[in-house]
């Protein structure tokens, strides 16, 4: 598995860009494990990144006088556009945290794919779409006048870097796991191009045959998912067996016993061991853990 990755780093300072921060932790892993076969003591660090990760590498390695922008991460972002949404709404019964949220995805996606808000304005029908477009219209005054950047005006930022020559261009690319590139994905290599990379695009396996199945309730599905894995396994125990489950972050426990009972029944019995053959990738929230969980009781109790 991951035939192709010793062949990506080669070359000296040859990174590998991942889709997601899952998908760089698996191919760490796997190139260390490949070392340790090969019998290599110590070797050095893969230059592994995810997407978000690989964009600040860039910017750490920019060459300018002038100070960069502040970046201000997804959190700072929806408090800001929260801010916009009270200047341009006056609703008291309003979750202007949850409509922050979709208003800042939906300002990830249109940088994303290069939608210019002036054609926003243009299309815009209702009213829904008339707020969204009056407080992304702050939203965007607010990261000029204060000279911020955000996760979604980044890469921009760093396609702007790129064209003049200000990054440190590294000497080749592999980009993994992406399902399709978009414009400002293509726009940032293409930049890179010119300085040199050298931009490679690791095609994902061809999917195998595909079943549609019907079960009497959601919880039911996920059993016959864990069961599924365990007989799959059980053809082949040395593969590697995903399921990807519909809105786990909504209750990734529950989720995660459901599947547990399907692929070990009596998990709750047997060793820890036999619970961890089965990874959920999405872990609890924080106020779920319990030293957090207290602290916030005590904050509702004061306030």
């Known amino acids: 598995m991951y035939d192709w990755l010793k062949k990506a780093l080669t070359e000296d300072e040859a990174q590998v860009v991942t889709a997601n921060r899952r998908l760089a932790r698996t191919l760490a892993i796997a190139y260390g494990e490949r070392q340790v076969d090969s019998g290599v003591l110590a070797w050095r660090s893969p230059l592994i990144f995810a997407w978000r990760d690989w964009q600040s590498a860039l910017l750490d390695s920019v060459d300018v006088n002038d100070t960069l ?9 929806r408090v800001l556009w929260e801010r916009c949404l009270k200047d341009v709404i006056d609703d008291p019964f309003l979750n202007y945290a949850n409509l922050a949220r979709q208003c800042r995805d939906t300002w990830q996606r249109l940088h ?7 054609e926003v304005e243009r299309a815009a029908r209702g009213p829904d779409q008339g707020i969204f477009v009056r407080a992304a219209s702050q939203y965007e005054e607010h990261l000029q006048s204060m000279q911020w950047t955000d996760n979604a005006t980044l890469p921009n930022l760093l396609i702007q870097f790129a064209q003049q020559g200000l990054l440190d261009a ?11 590139l978009s414009p400002q994905v293509v726009q940032l290599c293409d930049a890179l191009k010119s300085q040199g990379t050298i931009i490679v695009r690791q095609q994902a396996a061809q999917p195998g045959a595909a ?3 019907r079960y009497e309730s959601p919880d039911a599905e996920l059993r016959a998912a864990g069961a599924w894995a365990r007989a799959q396994l059980r ?4 593969q590697k067996i995903a399921i990807v489950v519909g809105k786990l972050e909504q209750n990734a426990e529950r989720s995660g016993a459901l599947l ?12 820890p061991r036999i619970a961890a053959a089965l990874n959920v990738s999405y872990g609890a929230r924080l ?6 969980s207290i602290a916030l009781l005590a904050l509702r109790w004061l306030h």
């Not at 922008?69 to 972002?77: F, S």
């Open 211 to 213: 079943e549609l199945r």
């Open 112 to 118: 994303e794919w290069r939608v210019p808000l002036a």
């Open 170 to 180: 590294p000497r080749q690319v592999t980009l993994a796991g992406f399902d399709r």
């Open 235 to 238: 053809e082949d125990s040395t």
């Open 260 to 271: 547990r009972e399907g692929f070990s029944p009596g998990w709750q019995y047997a060793p």
């Open 69 to 77: 922008p502040a970046r201000i991460n997804d959190y700072q972002a």
């Open 287 to 292: 106020a779920d853990y319990p030293s957090i």
